[in-house]
């Protein structure tokens, strides 16, 4: 094999008019996926007049080198609009990229309700709408990948970014409980925390730096989880210029405490608490059990609260 191909799948990728999503939807288009490229092509900030071109220009550039695209321009708050084009173009859809977004930065202070609002319904709600227009057709062809797009704002904060951190958190979340509803359909979902030059970083980043982040470090990595041969699924990848990894939580040593414990023993003991010295890392929930019942490995692996009432992860 000298490349993963896409013949016959249809791709779609929002906000696909320019950065990461025009790298994304070029990568399909490429490699024989038939790509639906959604734009609403507004400004970097929800506001300004939306304009058909960026989609188009997109598609163009797919086409001319041989590929298949429509565009599409809906605003991804209308997530099944979307879908339906991608129905009505191509009959189906098998690999959803949720790419669309955009910034409203500002103090937490200074954030007006617009501001909140529409950051959580550009990121959350369009992730939101897609997938659940896409889901139905994925689950009866049993085959389904979707690619989220969330923020290192969302796993580490960011300064005058309230409402675009909580909308990225979000979409991880929402990420890891699809992986495991779709998991009995081949449905598989994963998350990036990329980082790329664009409209978007233009307005935070300086040249410098941005001219070493070409969205297309953060580009082969899509190909990869949405094949038919990837078996990753609930996964959070961090990677741009350059780097790829993989990013998962992890627990500190803890201590056992009993009901209602006097919370100055909690205080007492709050350097346990707090210590990533030996890390515990945790894999998805999968229920909540009494853990004298578990396997030896899986006692070991809770370590801790053996015994105990415990999530067993
Ligand atoms: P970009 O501004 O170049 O691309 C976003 C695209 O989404 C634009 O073409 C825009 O017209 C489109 N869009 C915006 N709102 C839309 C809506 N309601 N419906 C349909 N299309 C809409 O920015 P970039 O950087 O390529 O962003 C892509 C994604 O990556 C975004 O979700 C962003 O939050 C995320 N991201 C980007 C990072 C970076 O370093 N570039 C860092 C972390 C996350």
Redesign the pocket.
């Known amino acids: 094999m000298t490349e993963l191909r896409f013949d016959d799948y249809v791709v779609v990728v ?9 790298a994304h939807a070029l990568t399909f288009g490429s490699r024989g996926a038939k790509v639906v490229v ?7 900030n ?1 506001d300004g007049s939306p304009k058909r071109s ?1 989609a188009d220009e997109v598609v163009k550039e797919i086409q001319k080198a041989g590929g298949t695209a429509v565009a599409d321009y ?4 209308d997530g099944d609009n979307i879908i339906a084009t991608a129905v009505e173009h191509f009959g189906t859809v098998h690999i959803l990229v ?6 409203r930065d500002v103090s937490f202070r200074n954030m007006k309700d617009k501001d909140w609002d529409l950051l959580q ?3 959350m709600s ?1 992730t939101f709408k897609t997938s659940r227009a896409a889901w139905p057709l994925m689950q009866k062809q049993r085959f389904g990948r979707i690619v989220n ?5 969302g796993t580490y904060g960011n300064f005058g970014q309230t409402n ?1 951190c909580a909308a ?1 958190a979000a979409i991880i979340g929402f990420t890891f409980a699809l992986a495991e509803e779709g998991a009995q359909y081949n449905i598989n979902a994963n998350v ?10 233009q307005t935070v ?1 300086a040249p410098d730096l941005l001219a070493k ?1 070409d ?1 297309g470090f953060v580009a082969p990595i899509v190909p990869v989880l949405a094949h038919k041969t990837s078996t990753d699924t609930g996964r959070l990848f961090e990677l ?1 210029g350059g780097c790829i990894t993989r990013f998962r939580w992890e627990r500190s040593q803890g201590i056992e405490i009993s009901a209602y414990a006097n919370p100055l023993e909690l205080l007492e003991n709050w350097q346990n608490i707090s210590d990533f010295s030996k890390p515990r890392y945790v894999r998805p929930v999968t229920s909540i059990v009494d853990s004298s019942t578990l396997p030896s490995a899986e006692k070991t692996a809770n370590g801790l609260c053996e015994g105990k009432v415990a999530v067993v992860v």
Not at 14 to 22: I, K, N, V
Not at 192 to 201: D, K, Q, Y
């Open positions: 929002t906000g696909a008019g320019g950065g990461l999503g025009r959604n734009d609403l092509g507004g400004g970097f929800g960026m809906n605003n991804v708050i949720n790419n669309a977004g955009i910034l319904q550009v990121h369009g797009t969330a923020s290192g704002a675009y990225k990036l925390t990329p980082i790329a030059a664009s409209r978007l970083t980043m982040l969205p741009g």
